[in-house]
Protein backbone atom coordinates (compact mmCIF):
# COMPACT_ATOMS: atom_id res chain seq x y z
CA UNK A 1 0.00 0.00 0.00
CA UNK A 2 1.62 3.04 -1.11
CA UNK A 3 2.40 6.16 1.64
CA UNK A 4 -0.39 8.32 0.06
CA UNK A 5 -3.03 5.25 0.68
CA UNK A 6 -2.25 4.86 4.17
CA UNK A 7 -2.41 8.75 4.98
CA UNK A 8 -5.57 8.53 3.06
CA UNK A 9 -6.92 5.88 5.22
CA UNK A 10 -5.76 7.09 8.67
CA UNK A 11 -7.54 10.83 7.44
CA UNK A 12 -11.06 8.73 7.66
CA UNK A 13 -13.07 7.14 10.34
CA UNK A 14 -16.42 5.86 10.57
CA UNK A 15 -19.30 7.45 12.89
CA UNK A 16 -19.27 5.46 15.16
CA UNK A 17 -15.90 5.58 15.82
CA UNK A 18 -15.96 9.40 16.49
CA UNK A 19 -19.66 8.49 18.86
CA UNK A 20 -17.46 6.60 20.76
CA UNK A 21 -15.05 9.01 21.44
CA UNK A 22 -17.18 11.59 22.02
CA UNK A 23 -19.03 9.94 24.70
CA UNK A 24 -15.74 9.23 26.47
CA UNK A 25 -14.91 12.64 26.07
CA UNK A 26 -18.47 13.93 27.87
CA UNK A 27 -17.61 11.20 30.26
CA UNK A 28 -14.56 11.65 30.94
CA UNK A 29 -15.87 15.74 31.94
CA UNK A 30 -18.57 14.21 34.19
CA UNK A 31 -16.44 12.49 36.23
CA UNK A 32 -13.52 15.19 36.06
CA UNK A 33 -15.95 17.88 37.62
CA UNK A 34 -18.08 15.93 39.67
CA UNK A 35 -15.01 14.87 41.68
CA UNK A 36 -13.57 18.38 41.24
CA UNK A 37 -16.54 20.37 43.24
CA UNK A 38 -15.80 19.39 46.33
CA UNK A 39 -12.46 20.97 46.43
CA UNK A 40 -12.91 24.17 45.06
CA UNK A 41 -13.95 27.25 46.59
CA UNK A 42 -17.21 28.15 47.51
CA UNK A 43 -17.20 30.72 44.49
CA UNK A 44 -16.96 28.71 41.81
CA UNK A 45 -18.55 25.27 42.92
CA UNK A 46 -21.87 26.06 41.34
CA UNK A 47 -20.34 26.36 38.23
CA UNK A 48 -18.17 23.21 38.08
CA UNK A 49 -21.28 21.35 39.39
CA UNK A 50 -23.05 22.66 36.36
CA UNK A 51 -20.70 21.83 34.37
CA UNK A 52 -20.78 18.15 35.83
CA UNK A 53 -24.42 18.21 35.29
CA UNK A 54 -23.92 19.55 31.54
CA UNK A 55 -21.73 17.16 30.23
CA UNK A 56 -23.77 14.05 31.96
CA UNK A 57 -26.62 15.38 30.02
CA UNK A 58 -24.27 15.19 26.22
CA UNK A 59 -23.61 11.70 27.96
CA UNK A 60 -26.82 10.52 27.54
CA UNK A 61 -27.45 12.37 24.51
CA UNK A 62 -24.83 10.14 22.81
CA UNK A 63 -25.58 6.92 24.95
CA UNK A 64 -29.21 7.27 23.56
CA UNK A 65 -28.22 8.35 19.99
CA UNK A 66 -25.86 5.01 20.18
CA UNK A 67 -28.68 2.50 20.99
CA UNK A 68 -31.21 3.93 18.31
CA UNK A 69 -32.12 0.86 15.80
CA UNK A 70 -32.66 3.73 12.85
CA UNK A 71 -28.64 4.94 12.35
CA UNK A 72 -27.06 1.80 12.07
CA UNK A 73 -26.08 2.33 8.90
CA UNK A 74 -25.27 5.91 9.08
CA UNK A 75 -22.94 4.47 11.85
CA UNK A 76 -21.04 2.98 9.70
CA UNK A 77 -20.39 5.90 7.24
CA UNK A 78 -16.92 6.88 6.78
CA UNK A 79 -16.11 11.03 7.08
CA UNK A 80 -12.66 12.96 7.09
CA UNK A 81 -11.28 13.18 10.95
CA UNK A 82 -11.79 16.81 11.50
CA UNK A 83 -8.58 18.99 12.30
CA UNK A 84 -9.62 19.40 15.42
CA UNK A 85 -9.75 15.80 16.20
CA UNK A 86 -6.36 15.55 17.87
CA UNK A 87 -6.89 18.16 20.48
CA UNK A 88 -10.25 16.69 21.41
CA UNK A 89 -8.98 13.56 21.64
CA UNK A 90 -6.55 14.50 23.76
CA UNK A 91 -8.48 16.30 26.46
CA UNK A 92 -9.82 12.78 27.88
CA UNK A 93 -6.87 12.78 29.85
CA UNK A 94 -7.97 15.85 32.80
CA UNK A 95 -4.94 17.07 34.83
CA UNK A 96 -4.54 16.66 38.61
CA UNK A 97 -5.22 19.89 39.68
CA UNK A 98 -4.74 18.62 43.55
CA UNK A 99 -6.68 18.79 46.78
CA UNK A 100 -7.34 22.80 46.66
CA UNK A 101 -7.11 23.63 43.08
CA UNK A 102 -7.04 27.27 41.89
CA UNK A 103 -10.14 28.88 40.82
CA UNK A 104 -8.25 30.28 37.73
CA UNK A 105 -6.66 26.86 36.79
CA UNK A 106 -9.74 25.37 37.18
CA UNK A 107 -11.61 28.09 34.72
CA UNK A 108 -8.95 28.08 32.56
CA UNK A 109 -9.03 24.40 31.87
CA UNK A 110 -13.02 24.29 31.58
CA UNK A 111 -12.58 27.13 29.02
CA UNK A 112 -10.08 24.67 26.92
CA UNK A 113 -12.02 22.36 26.88
CA UNK A 114 -15.16 23.83 25.91
CA UNK A 115 -13.14 25.36 23.52
CA UNK A 116 -12.26 21.99 21.84
CA UNK A 117 -15.94 20.80 22.00
CA UNK A 118 -17.18 23.42 20.44
CA UNK A 119 -14.57 23.29 17.56
CA UNK A 120 -15.15 19.24 17.49
CA UNK A 121 -18.67 19.60 16.81
CA UNK A 122 -18.61 22.09 14.33
CA UNK A 123 -16.78 20.03 12.20
CA UNK A 124 -18.53 17.07 12.67
CA UNK A 125 -21.60 18.89 11.84
CA UNK A 126 -20.38 20.15 8.35
CA UNK A 127 -19.12 16.94 7.42
CA UNK A 128 -21.99 14.43 8.50
CA UNK A 129 -25.01 13.75 6.51
CA UNK A 130 -28.18 15.66 7.27
CA UNK A 131 -29.91 13.02 9.98
CA UNK A 132 -30.23 12.72 13.67
CA UNK A 133 -26.15 12.24 14.11
CA UNK A 134 -25.92 16.16 12.14
CA UNK A 135 -28.26 17.35 14.02
CA UNK A 136 -27.00 15.93 17.50
CA UNK A 137 -23.52 17.87 16.32
CA UNK A 138 -25.23 21.00 15.49
CA UNK A 139 -26.93 21.10 18.95
CA UNK A 140 -24.02 20.62 20.98
CA UNK A 141 -21.46 23.11 18.60
CA UNK A 142 -24.23 25.28 19.73
CA UNK A 143 -24.14 24.51 23.27
CA UNK A 144 -20.73 24.51 23.78
CA UNK A 145 -20.62 27.94 22.23
CA UNK A 146 -22.71 29.40 24.58
CA UNK A 147 -21.36 27.47 27.51
CA UNK A 148 -17.66 28.88 26.54
CA UNK A 149 -19.26 32.63 26.37
CA UNK A 150 -20.78 32.35 29.74
CA UNK A 151 -17.67 30.62 31.26
CA UNK A 152 -15.72 33.44 29.56
CA UNK A 153 -17.85 35.78 31.60
CA UNK A 154 -17.30 34.30 34.89
CA UNK A 155 -13.28 33.87 33.99
CA UNK A 156 -13.35 37.97 33.89
CA UNK A 157 -15.48 38.41 36.90
CA UNK A 158 -13.25 35.35 38.90
CA UNK A 159 -9.93 36.43 37.67
CA UNK A 160 -9.94 40.43 36.82
CA UNK A 161 -12.49 41.68 39.10
CA UNK A 162 -12.09 39.67 42.12
CA UNK A 163 -14.60 37.39 42.41
CA UNK A 164 -18.32 36.45 41.22
Known amino acids: MSEANIERLKSKTTLKEILEVATEFERTARDFYANLAPKVRKNIRWLVEELAQEEQGHYDLF ?23 NKFSDCIQTPNLGENPDDQAVLQYALMREDAAMQQYHALAQSTPSGPVHDLFLFLANEETKHKLELEKVYYEVVHSGGV
Do not use: F
Not at 63 to 85: F, G, H, M, N, Y
Open 63 to 85: TRLAARDDIVEQLKAEIERPVSD
